[in-house]
C-alpha cells in the first residue's frame, strides 16, 4: 500500500512557464513534508519542506502549497529553468523524537523546453 | 558546505559474497539514514541511528545490518547478497532539533551490482 503517491509520472513544461507537481498521501499521521530533486545517478537533493501547521511555503523559485484535509500538495516552480528537469520526489514522514524516516511517492520527471 | 560522503561509490559482488558501504554525515548531524532505491523504484528505508543507536527499522533483510560509531560515520553490512539486493543504496544525515522537524541529506549512493 503506498501511502505516498504521486500520479503524475512525467512532465513537460516550457522555460519561463510554471511547472506544478503534485502529491497525495493517505496516511493522516505525516506531519512533515518534503520535496526532492534527482539526477539520474546522483543523490536527491533537498528543495523545500512544509510542515503540517502551515498550508504554504515559499523559497525563491519554489513554492510548496498543503491540503491537509484533502491530504494533498503541491510544488510550484516560477520560472521555470532547463536546468530545472530532473526527477522530482514528494516525501512524508512523521515528526517524533529521533529518526523520522521518509516515506517517498514514485516521482514525477520534469522536462523543462528551452 | 560539507555534505554526507558514501563510499565506495560503485561496488560489484558476486553472489552469496558481502559487502560493506560507508557512510560519513555531514558534520555535527547526529542521525543517519539507509535507504535502497532498485530500478525504477523510488528510496525504500531500510534503517536510522540516532547517537549511535538504532532509531528505526524498514524492509532491511535479516542478511543486513548496520551501525553507528562514535565519530557518527555508519556502516551497512550486507551478507549472503543476492541478484535482488542490486541497487542504489543512499545514506542521509540530519541534525534532530527543538521541533524535531530536521531535513536528511542525502549522499550521492552507492551503486551495488551483484552478478
Known amino acids: 500500500d503506498q501511502q505516498v503517491k504521486q500520479n503524475s509520472p512525467s512532465l513537460s513544461v516550457q522555460e519561463g512557464r510554471i511547472s506544478i507537481l503534485n502529491c497525495d498521501y493517505t496516511n493522516s499521521m505525516f506531519d512533515y513534508f518534503l520535496w526532492y530533486k534527482k539526477y539520474p545517478a546522483e543523490g536527491p537533493t533537498f528543495l523545500i519542506s512544509?510542515?503540517?501547521?502551515?498550508d504554504k511555503n515559499e523559497d525563491g523559485r519554489f513554492t510548496v502549497f498543503l491540503n491537509k484535509s484533502a491530504k494533498h500538495l503541491s510544488l510550484h516552480i516560477v520560472p521555470s529553468q532547463p536546468g530545472d528537469s530532473a526527477v522530482y520526489f514528494c516525501?512524508?514522514?512523521?515528526?517524533?523524537?529521533?529518526?523520522?524516516?521518509?516515506?517517498f511517492g514514485g516521482g514525477t520527471r520534469v522536462l523543462v523546453k528551452p | 558546505a560539507a555534505g554526507v560522503i558514501q563510499s565506495p561509490r560503485h561496488l560489484i559482488k558476486e553472489k552469496r559474497e558481502t559487502a560493506t558501504l560507508k557512510c560519513y554525515p555531514i558534520p555535527r548531524h547526529d542521525t543517519v539514514y539507509w535507504y535502497q532505491q532498485g530500478p525504477g523504484q523510488d528510496p525504500q528505508f531500510l534503517i536510522s541511528?540516532?547517537?549511535?543507536?538504532?532509531?528505526d527499522k524498514g524492509s532491511i533483510p535479516d542478511r543486513f545490518s548496520a551501525q553507528q560509531f562514535s565519530d557518527y560515520h555508519s556502516e551497512l553490512n550486507m551478507s549472503s547478497l543476492e541478484l535482488g539486493d542490486s541497487a542504489l543504496y543512499f545514506c542521509?544525515?540530519?541534525?534532530?532539533?527543538?521541533?524535531?522537524?530536521?531535513?536528511?541529506?542525502f549522499g550521492p549512493g552507492t551503486r551495488l551490482l551483484v552478478l
Open positions: 512544509i510542515s503540517s501547521i502551515k
Open positions: 541511528f540516532y547517537e549511535k543507536m538504532q532509531s
Open positions: 542521509a544525515s540530519s541534525l534532530l532539533g527543538e521541533t524535531s522537524q530536521e531535513t536528511q541529506y
Open positions: 516525501a512524508a514522514s512523521r515528526i517524533k523524537a529521533a529518526g523520522n524516516k521518509l516515506t
